[in-house]
């Protein structure tokens, strides 16, 4: 398995977006047109008439997302944001994932293990990645 280890990630998280696609869409682009590359993007689902939406950024453009977020509270006066700063992103990548069960519990029960928290998680066939506090990744030992 193949691990990488990302440092100076920041994790923003918006609350009361009016639950439509086009919202996504439109706070999506916000960011976009500023230049601010967005990753791990987490939309938490909701039978309500809003839903909240997270997702990783460089630690960089921090200043920049603040604007973004006062453009796009505009049109959302509810919003409001958490912004949480000096994070890494653990990311685990192997083939085999495709067809193996098990590997998702095995990488958390190893972070727990470890005293690390995960913050946020993204996946995909083939890879996880874990956002976890700057603080803790000296805690990550892959041979633990």
């Given amino acids: 398995m193949d691990i990488s280890i990302t440092n100076d990630v920041a994790m923003v998280t918006l609350y009361s977006i009016p639950n439509t696609p086009e919202n996504l869409v439109f706070i999506l682009k916000k960011f976009a047109e500023l230049g601010i590359n967005i990753d791990m993007i987490s939309r938490v689902p909701s039978l309500r ?6 997702f990783s950024l460089s630690q960089n453009d921090l200043n920049k997302s603040m604007l973004a977020i ?12 958490d912004i949480n700063g000096y994070n890494s992103k653990i990311t685990f990548k192997s083939e085999k994932m495709k ?4 590997t998702a519990s095995s990488i958390f ?10 913050k946020m998680i993204n996946t995909s066939e083939t890879e996880i990645s874990c956002l976890v ?9 892959i041979e633990k």
């Fill in 109 to 118: 029960a190893m972070l727990l293990h470890q005293g690390v928290e995960v």
């Fill in 70 to 81: 006062k453009e796009i509270k505009k049109s959302f006066p509810p919003l409001f944001a």
């Fill in 49 to 54: 008439e809003d839903f909240n939406l997270s």
């Fill in 99 to 102: 067809d193996e069960s098990g």
């Fill in 133 to 141: 506090d700057e603080k803790d990744i000296y805690k990550f030992n």
